[in-house]
């Protein structure tokens, strides 16, 4: 394939093959786009081409965003950005090799992820019961939240649901995650009640709009009058501070991603082991999931510790 006469077209045919071929998320098109456009405007700061870049030009890119003072994970995830576009360039034959090849990055931290314990999560879920401005709202809040903690999606998983996904009364929900890889996810008693529950004001609110205002139904679980045609990221990140003042916990503890570490860390906490958790979250690597080792550590302490002879007072 010919080299591309500007760097933004490297951009643009990058990003298309990332969403078409290699099928990335959105989102994670979208994060490499802002990552790799911060890498084009200090390159041509440079007066420096891609096709003519060095390896040398790369770590000094690097070096001015440690002097930025960024984060060391957004500094990891700027040279990976900065890797695949190399790599992809090298794969095309628009470059003889790849300069960001034998890069080393700074990698990323592995803290501990927050969390909230059950009886936190039990707050939650009866703040979202009563939260809202009428019986729809009630109902679609206390939906939201049952299914985020029983299954442990990520948020965008959530909003996007197709009300296809709750006919029937399932046992399991099917989930589209990232890359479009499609996971079996088991629904609890309560969250299959809050569904049913939520469905049945849901289909009834779609009714009415059909007939008063002619419109056509949507194909979402939780509907929006947005772009998306469903309920934002945004939306709901806001709707869930609600329930957390609601429950008396501090809204800077309570995101969907926290509640999904809850989901995992509970899990793990009665006995789940991690490949199960990693399938349950739609982690593609199992490495990723083993930031909850810390959990099945302090259970096998505490098993030692009971039941182990030699470790029981005389």
Known sequence: ??????????????????AAEAG?????????GRDLKDFLAFASAKSL?????????????????????????????????????FRFAYDEGWRAENPALRITGPG??????????????????????AHGRNDVERS??????ELLYATGMRVSELVSLPASAARG???MVLVHGKGDKERMVPLSHPAREALAAWLEVRDAQEEEARVKKRKAPSRYLFPSS????????QAFHRILKDFAVDAGISPARVTPHVLRHAFATHLLQGGADLRAIQMLLGHADLSTTEIYTHVLEERLRDLV??????????
């Not at 000094?60 to 950005?81: F, P």
């Not at 992820?113 to 707050?123: N, Y």
């Not at 679609?140 to 939240?145: E, G, H, Q």
């Open 1 to 18: 394939m010919t080299c591309p006469p500007r760097d933004m077209d490297w951009l643009s045919i990058f990003l298309e093959a990332q």
């Open 24 to 32: 990335a998320a959105r989102n994670t098109v979208l994060s490499y």
């Open 49 to 85: 081409r891609l096709s003519d870049m060095e390896r040398a030009d790369i770590e000094t890119y690097l070096i001015r965003c440690e002097a930025q003072g960024l984060a060391q994970s957004t500094r990891a995830r700027r040279l990976s950005a900065v890797r695949q576009l």
């Open 108 to 129: 990323k931290v592995k803290s501990l992820p927050k969390t909230l314990s059950i009886d936190e999560v039990d707050e939650l879920l009866c703040a979202a019961k």
């Open 140 to 145: 679609r809040n206390a939906c939201l939240m």
């Open 169 to 171: 009364n399932p046992n």
């Open 226 to 233: 947005g772009k998306e045609g469903y309920l934002t990221r």
């Open 305 to 314: 510790l009971d039941h182990h002879p030699l470790a029981k007072d005389i």
